[in-house]
């Protein structure tokens, strides 16, 4: 074991603790090869132009988690870099001339790595191709591909010569939807829909074989399916066991949350639950039950954390009507939209779990007990609450921040008036490219950023329908 790998921790145990490590990937050509026929299939509303997404939004994603977690990658560098944008070595994966990041870690370098194993190679090999359905002789050419080049086959669905042999898996952008780091254990999701069924393939692999992980292989959480359901009716629909990392949050070091989602079933959920409370990774699990909706997904795209006591949320879903009497009904908005949340807390060792008349009351609490948070507990509403701009910016990930430390968040620079509302309670507004800027000509330090906003260009990475909570699996925080 390498030096790096005996330094390598995994524990998270807050939302925005400073983060220190997190796993990524990169947009890849299977994101320029989704076609409108499919694109809902797998799972885009649009179809994006793959350059734009690269050299105008995501490689700004990239350069500020630099500054932030590994600066001596980018810190004197930044002219140089920029200047071979022609071919962009520094962004793209295998290359020679990439980063290679220890903090910021690409997953298709990982997947490069373990398919350096010739024994790992013939074995995912065969399993990729049996759920893709390939051919035997296909399958044998590719055992016999360089591990680079294969690992971009698995990710794009393209040989070296750009034919598709099966389909791309765009969504592995989003990389926090396929693992969640809680404490120091990672628990691999089960996503709900087919087209993310190799991505579960392939990060499997990886957590469980590449060396970084060796540490932690006891802590690797896997969630089965409900027993013996292969054996019950409408197994297709009813009984699937789903869950995806946009519905767990980390929100104390005893504490998770868990949403019943679009994405995320009870049974998903129930085993989740099971799952860790018997290996004691945390006494306190909430189950936040938002509506089965395309519009929101996960729970993390109607609320995420900016600080200790203030949240970023969708107001249409957040309160209980029932709790607000005078408050009138917006007919404007669909009632499947309105006052179905359901909140039940379950801790460990106690028989009655608790309930939450709205997931304000349950994140104040949060601030309030669990984070010690002395201030009043602030709610930054989508849209500043005003309809139809709430539903308009929530459905462009208003809702959907990373917090790179506490008080700093990245987020989309289009959702206007989500922006005006963080301006209001005091937040610095900054554009990304500014910012980086400011970092590279030390005007500014990271250490000194406090509660800014940090608004990142999004014109066609919003299309794929996911924010900076979605592309970011942390796997290191500080503890707050």
């Known amino acids: 074991m390498t030096e790096q790998n005996k330094d390598f921790r995994v524990s998270v145990s807050t939302e925005?603790?400073?983060?220190?490590?997190?796993?990524?990937?990169?947009?890849?050509?299977?994101?320029?090869?989704?076609?409108?026929?499919?694109?809902?299939?797998?799972?885009?509303?649009?179809?994006?132009?793959?350059?734009?997404?690269?050299?105008?939004?995501?490689?700004?994603?990239?350069?500020?988690?630099?500054?932030?977690?590994?600066?001596?990658?980018?810190?004197?560098?930044?002219?140089?870099?920029?200047?071979?944008e022609s071919d962009r070595s520094f962004f793209k994966p295998n290359s020679d001339g990439f980063h290679r990041s220890t903090e910021v870690i690409e997953i298709q370098n990982l997947l490069s790595d373990i398919l350096e194993d010739a024994s790992i190679k013939k074995k995912l090999t065969a399993a990729v191709c049996a759920i893709e359905g390939c051919t035997y002789k296909l399958q044998l050419e590719m055992i016999q591909t360089d591990a680079r080049e294969l690992a971009t086959i698995f990710i794009s669905g393209s040989m070296a010569n750009d034919l598709m042999i099966f389909a791309p898996i765009p969504n592995l952008i989003f990389t926090r939807d396929v693992g969640i780091t809680i404490n120091n254990y990672i628990l691999l999701n089960k996503p709900a829909k087919k087209a993310r069924s190799r991505e579960t393939l392939l990060m499997r692999y990886i957590f469980f074989n590449h060396p970084l992980f060796a540490a932690y292989a006891n802590n690797i959480l896997e969630i089965p399916d409900v027993a013996q359901h292969f054996l019950r009716p409408g197994e297709e629909e009813d009984h699937r066991t789903t869950l995806e990392g946009g519905d767990v949050m980390m929100v104390s070091p005893q504490h998770v949350l868990i949403g019943c989602s679009e994405r995320t079933s009870a049974y998903g959920a129930n085993e989740a639950i099971k799952l860790l409370f018997d290996n004691n990774v945390v006494s306190k699990v909430t189950i936040v039950k938002i509506p089965n909706k395309r519009d929101?997904?996960?729970?993390?795209?109607?609320?995420?954390?900016?600080?200790?006591?203030?949240?970023?949320?969708?107001?249409?879903?957040?309160?209980?009507?029932?709790?607000?009497?005078?408050?009138?009904?917006?007919?404007?908005?669909?009632?499947?939209?309105?006052?179905?949340?359901?909140?039940?807390?379950?801790?460990?060792?106690?028989?009655?779990?608790?309930?939450?008349n709205s997931i304000e009351d349950l994140l104040d609490d949060i601030s309030r007990n669990e984070l010690g948070s002395t201030e009043k507990t602030q709610f930054i509403y989508s849209g500043n609450g005003a309809f139809p701009y709430d539903a308009r910016e929530q459905w462009t990930d208003s809702c959907n921040l990373l917090a790179i430390k506490e008080g700093v968040v990245l987020g989309y620079d289009r959702n206007d008036k989500t922006v005006e509302a963080f301006r209001t309670r005091g937040f610095n507004i900054v554009k990304v490219k500014d910012l980086i800027d400011d970092l590279e000509n030390e005007r500014m330090s990271t250490e000194n950023i406090t509660d800014t906003l940090i608004l990142m260009p999004s014109a066609e990475l919003s299309r794929a329908r996911g924010g900076f909570h979605c592309m970011s699996l942390p796997i290191l925080r500080d503890e707050l």
């Open 296 to 356: 929101f997904m996960h729970i993390d795209t109607v609320f995420t954390q900016v600080k200790r006591n203030v949240w970023t949320i969708l107001s249409s879903i957040s309160k209980n009507q029932q709790t607000n009497p005078n408050e009138p009904i917006n007919f404007l908005v669909p009632p499947d939209n309105q006052n179905l949340t359901e909140i039940i807390q379950f801790s460990k060792g106690l028989e009655k779990p608790k309930t939450f």
């Open 16 to 84: 925005i603790g400073r983060l220190r490590k997190l796993l990524i990937h990169s947009p890849d050509s299977g994101l320029g090869k989704v076609v409108p026929s499919k694109a809902q299939d797998w799972l885009f509303e649009d179809i994006v132009h793959l350059d734009t997404i690269r050299k105008e939004e995501y490689d700004y994603y990239l350069k500020l988690l630099m500054y932030f977690l590994d600066p001596e990658k980018i810190k004197g560098k930044l002219a140089e870099i920029d200047a071979s």
